[in-house]
């Protein structure tokens, strides 16, 4: 073992991971707006996610894709968070012109997301 | 001495018009249910229909329902299944002679009625409606029904689940109804078989939460399920849902044995969540149901059983559907292959606005998405691969009026000949110049609407 298997002693590293390791995620859509439910993989998850996956993060992942705000809700009993993206859909309904009308795969896009996640957490 | 808790089946045999068409028959016939719920009604599905019956007075009704009644409605009516489906569209009474033609000529004649619900139709009222004060106010922008009053196609209040408790109270083996909740059709059997009261609000929430979960068909039972997709079995053969429902409004997702799919805890979560808004308040005409209260859990292999669902009451309005006549959209396609797909397909769309431009053509919108690239998730998706093998150019236009969307149509395929080169797919010729309705949502008094309920005998 060489030199790279010391490491300074201090608090623990954080790492940075996709959401897509920490959840799942389905899609909707309501006129212009598309709502996400994001979905703690194991109940160990669900604080993180509460933690990190705030509206304000999230308006930011998002940036230039919405002409609306970020409302987030919180299902603890389901693990889960919903997230309403107003103005994501170009119109929505038969005015929008985009592939994704109906909001189906913002759902995967959310995943894409990277979280910061404690080194004790095991993934 | 009690044996065990009644229990009532409610199968789930069409998420939406143009669902698969097996699912009811399999459903029917794969294993023991009480009855049959199939949604059929999407935001716009009744323009679509009102169009229809003003060429038509016969029409104007999801018309794959009626071969599908004769597919199995002499093993319905034989074994005692009852079916819910709003069908009906704007012409439940016109889908139910259809249906008791079919049950006729099947000799049924004299062992089935049909119920039909209706009053949702609110088009002919609507001057009397905002000369007494209803503004029919967009939910979402605020603006007056009157600012587009003379575009309205159709406008229709969502029923709940009462006037279909009524019909099945007077006998019906089938009920079509016009424009009612997806939800009412799952919650009206169980308040029919349990006898649940009006005020019984966390009952009919449950029963809300179980249509919820049903209506969209297998999007709960494993298709479009994310969670471990790759290993879910047998979606060649869907298992469809069915809620096993008890007179305290518990009840578990199951789907019949033998058939592909998965149900578990992640799948249903997956649905529930599906359109989303508030948890706190999902509303509709039977009762304000609060998603924070549901309780799953893994009951059994492809068993989730749902309990602890808490409602409170009904507003005093009802939601009203109204369609309207926009403009024109259409949507061109090209494809550009290796090398430098990317950049023959971003050369393309930059040459067709120009000349649109030149034309003097005027749209509300242009989009110009490159699939492969960035048409689903758009700059998240990062930098494109620079050898991809080939990028579909997609564009889309809009406008009020339909001359420069139809120039727009032709301008796709001379680029074929005089833009970049590798270009290729072009086999479904002109792009279609397509008529765009909007939805228009809106509020009214419950008062205001009196559902109609009527009976037709075979």
Known sequence: MGAKARRPAGPPARRAIQLRYLAHARSGDKGDTANVGLIALQPAYYPILVKEVTAARVARHFKGMLTGAVDRFELPNLRSLNFLLHGALGGGGTLSLKTDAQGKVFSTALLRMEVPIPTDIDV | ?458
């Open chain 2, 1 to 458: 001495m009690t044996g065990p808790a009644r229990t009532v089946r409610v199968a789930s045999g069409q998420g939406f018009w143009g669902d698969w068409l097996e699912a009811p028959v399999r459903q029917v016939e794969g294993g023991p249910i009480d009855y049959l719920m199939m949604d059929y009604l999407a935001e716009v599905t009744m323009s679509i229909m009102q169009k229809q019956r003003s060429r038509d007075p016969s029409r104007g009704y999801a018309s794959d329902f009626v071969p599908l009644m004769e597919r199995i409605l002499p093993t319905i009516v034989e074994r005692g299944i009852r079916i819910t489906a709003n069908a009906g569209g704007v012409n439940p009474q016109a889908c139910a002679e259809a249906v008791v033609t079919v049950a006729r000529k099947l000799g049924l004649a004299g062992r089935m009625r049909v119920g039909i619900v209706a009053g949702d139709d609110i088009m002919d009222r609507l001057d009397e409606l905002i000369e007494r004060g209803h503004a029919l106010a967009n939910m979402d922008t605020g603006e007056p029904l009157r600012v587009v009053r003379e575009r309205v196609l159709s406008a229709n209040a969502y029923l709940g689940a009462a006037p279909i408790v009524e019909a099945l109270g007077r006998g019906a083996n089938v009920v079509i109804t016009g424009r009612v909740t997806d939800t009412g059709l799952t919650l009206a059997p169980l308040i029919h078989e349990f006898g649940w009261t009006g005020d019984d609000w966390d009952r009919r929430a449950a029963g809300t939460v179980a249509g919820h979960i049903i209506e969209c068909g297998a999007q709960c039972s494993g298709g479009n399920c994310l969670v471990d997709w790759e290993s879910i079995p047998g979606l060649e053969d869907p298992g469809y849902p069915i809620v096993e429902a008890q007179e305290d409004g518990t009840f578990v997702v199951l789907k019949h044995p033998g058939t592909g799919g998965r149900i578990s805890v992640a799948s249903i979560t997956e649905q529930l969540l599906y359109e989303m808004g508030d948890p706190h308040q999902y509303i509709t005409p039977d009762v304000v149901a609060d998603f924070t209260t549901i309780q799953l859990t893994q009951h059994g292999k492809n068993r989730v059983r749902v309990s602890g669902i808490r409602g409170r009451p009904a507003t005093e309005f009802l939601k009203v559907s109204i369609a309207y006549f926009y403009g024109y959209k259409a949507v061109g396609t090209l494809v550009y292959a290796w090398p430098d797909a990317y950049k023959k397909a971003q050369a393309a769309d930059r040459l067709l606005r120009a000349r649109l431009a030149r034309l003097g053509m005027e749209f509300e919108e242009v989009l110009t998405e490159f699939v492969g690239v960035n048409a689903t998730h758009g700059r998240l998706a990062g930098s494109p691969d620079p050898d991809a093998p080939e990028v579909q150019l997609r564009i889309g236009v809009r406008a009020r009026d339909r001359a420069p969307v139809e120039r727009f149509s032709r301008e796709i395929a001379p680029l074929i000949l005089n833009g970049p080169p590798s270009v290729t797919g072009f086999a479904g010729g002109r792009p279609k110049v397509e008529e765009i309705v909007a939805y228009w949502p809106a509020l009214i008094a419950k008062s205001e609407i009196t559902p109609r309920v009527e009976m037709l005998d075979a």
